[in-house]
């Protein structure tokens, strides 16, 4: 029986456990990279292990996010990074030079080596066949210190990809259709591997977009084959030398098989609040907009950009409208400068901002009351962009120019025809904005520069033999680490000081859980299906870790939340029947007896008893040999003490 692409990957990279779906493997990691709203707390995190130098091929840390530096913090935060990436061993890409994912792609992805990322976006990689997933921060601090990364080993989808793409219809057409057909879970506990003809009218930053958004289906990662586009792009950027042709066999067996025939797709758009709520242009017809944001890792590659520089030539922003463009790196921004589209850009009307994620982490730009908001990005949770009551369309950069223009949501087919964009055959490539490694010699006199915001990891403690606490907090479905650790100028300068951040801890939800989960001391949420759904931001565990928070129990879990969870030493618990949710109400008494005894045997359910109404409750939580020691010792960073005693 042949192999999937995926399946060959993780094989080669196999060292804990045995490729059996559902069951937990550990992998070799041979590249991480970091970003700053995560990366101080990695970094301290790697600090606390003692490993003088990473044991991985390649290490970077990333200045993108919090880029708006209205007081010390940020800045505090990236001189912080720039010192520890020099300590240790690790690559400094500096602010200014880009968003990780692009960058990565572009200087530093290998198709068929394994990164890890602390950002969800990871699987950018997977556009030129890496294996590239999100996760938790310790978990990248663990695989920076020579530690396997451990996932469940999953289910590969087979999307078989025919035809091709109709002009001004895109990539990321592509991907909001897979999310129209499999919602914001249906990636949960899978790998999505593209396939088929149709995969070769794609070139590599138009994959790129598609593996980028896969995080949105809550997948463990997507992947492309690395083929002759592969080896162009990698030859373009001067690294030919990387290339290796990677496939599926031709007999590879897959879980499932999803068939989209590309010159069938039409421009489309994610309408509010969430990525798979998808609707075709046509269908929502020609709506008055505020606001245009063109960039983030989905959507600013240099093809976006010259796409979107044509559609402005020689035209205005619709008075109305403001438009905002944040290409992607500085490479991509100086061959915008140095082949005139950023003049054209300019002369249009356009805001130019940065090469960061800048209005999609809500770092800026946020729309006027009640404003709504087209942007090539990924996510359009509730409040994300800054507001209340912001309404974020998600939409390519075709859509995207063409609406900035008319000031309606527009059809980029009513353009006309569409020349053809291509690729250079060489990119300008400068790579002076990222530090490289210094010499162990010189390593050893760096002195590791905090500022007064950095504060130390929150405490944690073994995992109780009772766990006897009130329900702080009921949340419905999909709720997002978001809504959990809201992001945005004002709070992510906090990411560094856990007591801060978590005094805004579910602020979208009830402002008034930090102070009542505080005064509680310890205390349990319940939630719905897909809970903590988005990002990788361990924040979302850490603050309720701060807060007292002893366990969470919900309908089902997304992934890198439920392992930063546990790796914070929150116990995630599931309903056995589903149903059961009603039986909690806020303020509950809940009791969770001996529950250290049954995590040490091995059980997987226990019962909860809501002493408020005397209701037994049945409760799963599927723990492997592994997360089970994490949970026992008190989270991930507990357990590596322990194991490097
Ligand atoms: C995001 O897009 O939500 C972020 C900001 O990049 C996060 C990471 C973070 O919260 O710092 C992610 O996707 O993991
Ligand atoms: Fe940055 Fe937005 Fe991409 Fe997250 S999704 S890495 S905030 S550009």
């Known amino acids: 029986m042949g192999l999937t692409l995926t399946e060959k990957i993780l094989k080669a990279h196999l060292v804990d456990g045995e490729m059996i779906k559902g069951k937990e493997i550990g992998i070799r990691i041979d590249q991480t990279l970091t970003q700053d709203a995560t990366g101080t707390m990695a970094y301290l995190e790697f600090e606390a292990m003692g490993v003088p130098r990473v044991k991985t091929e390649r290490s970077v840390a990333y200045i993108d996010h919090n880029t708006l530096q209205n007081g010390f913090e940020n800045a505090d935060d990236h001189r912080f990074i720039g010192s520890v990436a020099k300590k240790h061993g690790i690559y400094f890409s500096r602010p200014g030079n880009g968003i990780c994912h692009q960058v990565h792609l572009e200087r530093f992805g290998i198709p068929g080596k394994t990164l890890i990322g602390s950002d969800s976006h990871t699987p950018t990689g997977g556009g030129i066949g890496m294996i590239a997933i999100g996760a938790g921060g310790l978990d990248v601090a663990v695989a920076m210190g020579g530690g396997a990364y451990y996932i469940t080993c999953p289910k590969i989808v087979k999307i078989n990809l025919t035809g091709k793409l109709s002009p001004w219809v895109a990539a990321k057409d592509v991907i909001l259709e897979v999310l129209r057909r499999l919602s914001v879970k249906g990636g949960v506990g899978k790998v999505i591997e593209y396939c088929g003809e149709g995969v070769k009218s794609l070139s590599v930053p138009e994959r790129a977009t598609i593996t980028n958004m896969g995080a949105e289906l809550g997948a463990t990662t997507s992947i492309f084959p690395s083929d002759e586009i592969t080896k162009k792009f990698l030859k373009a950027q001067c690294r030919e030398e990387v290339w290796t042709p990677l496939y599926a066999d031709t007999d590879a067996v897959y879980d499932e098989e999803v068939n989209i025939d590309l010159s069938k797709l039409e421009p489309l758009a994610a309408c509010p609040h969430s990525p798979d709520n998808v609707k075709s242009i046509s269908e929502i017809g020609k709506m008055k907009i505020d606001q245009v944001c063109i960039g983030s890792c989905t959507n600013s590659s240099l093809l976006d950009m010259l796409k979107v520089a044509h559609i402005l030539k020689g035209k205005t922003v619709n008075p109305d409208v403001s438009l905002a463009i ?12 140095q082949n005139g589209a950023l003049s054209v850009m ?11 994620c800048g209005p999609c982490i809500g770092m800026g730009q946020s729309p006027n009351s009640k404003g709504i908001s087209l942007r090539t990005f990924n996510r359009n949770f509730e409040g994300r962009s800054g507001t209340k009551d912001g309404q974020i369309y998600l939409v390519s950069p075709e859509v995207a120019a063409a609406s900035a223009l008319t000031g309606v949501l527009t059809d980029p087919r009513e353009l006309g025809e569409m020349p053809e964009f291509k690729l250079p055959e060489i990119f300008s490539i400068n790579d002076n904005m990222i530090v490289a490694p210094v010499t162990e010699a010189e390593m050893n006199s760096v002195e590791i520069l905090r500022g007064p915001n950095i504060k130390p990891f929150p405490e944690t403690a073994p995992l109780m033999e009772t766990i006897d606490a009130p329900c702080s907090l009921k949340v419905g479905d999909n709720i997002t680490t978001d809504h959990i650790m809201p992001a945005g100028a004002k709070i992510l300068p906090l990411r560094s000081n856990i007591p801060a951040i978590s005094q805004h801890c579910f602020a979208v939800c009830d402002e008034s859980f930090p102070t009542r989960a505080k005064q509680l001391g310890k205390s349990i949420i319940v939630g719905g ?8 931001r361990e924040h979302a565990a850490l603050a309720p870790l701060y807060l007292g928070v002893k366990a969470v129990l919900v309908k089902s879990f997304a992934r890198i939340h439920r392992a930063n969870l546990i790796n914070a030493g929150i116990l995630p618990l599931t309903f056995a029947n589903e149903t059961d949710y009603d039986s909690i109400s806020q303020g509950d008494e809940l009791v969770l007896e001996n529950v250290r005894k049954f995590v040490e045997n091995g059980e997987s359910q226990f019962t909860v008893i809501n002493k408020t109404n005397g209701k037994k409750i049945k409760v799963i939580c599927e723990l492997s040999g592994r997360t ?9 960073l507990d357990y590596t003490r322990e194991l490097m005693k």
Do not use: D, T
Request: aromatic share 2%; proline share 2%.
């Open 529 to 536: 299906s897909n809970y903590g759904q988005g990002s990788s």
């Open 628 to 636: 089970k020691k994490i949970m026992l010792a008190g989270g991930l």
């Open 326 to 337: 944040a290409p992607g790196s500085k490479q991509v921004l100086n061959m915008l400068a």
């Open 346 to 356: 300019i002369e249009a009307g356009a805001r130019i901002l940065e090469s960061a």
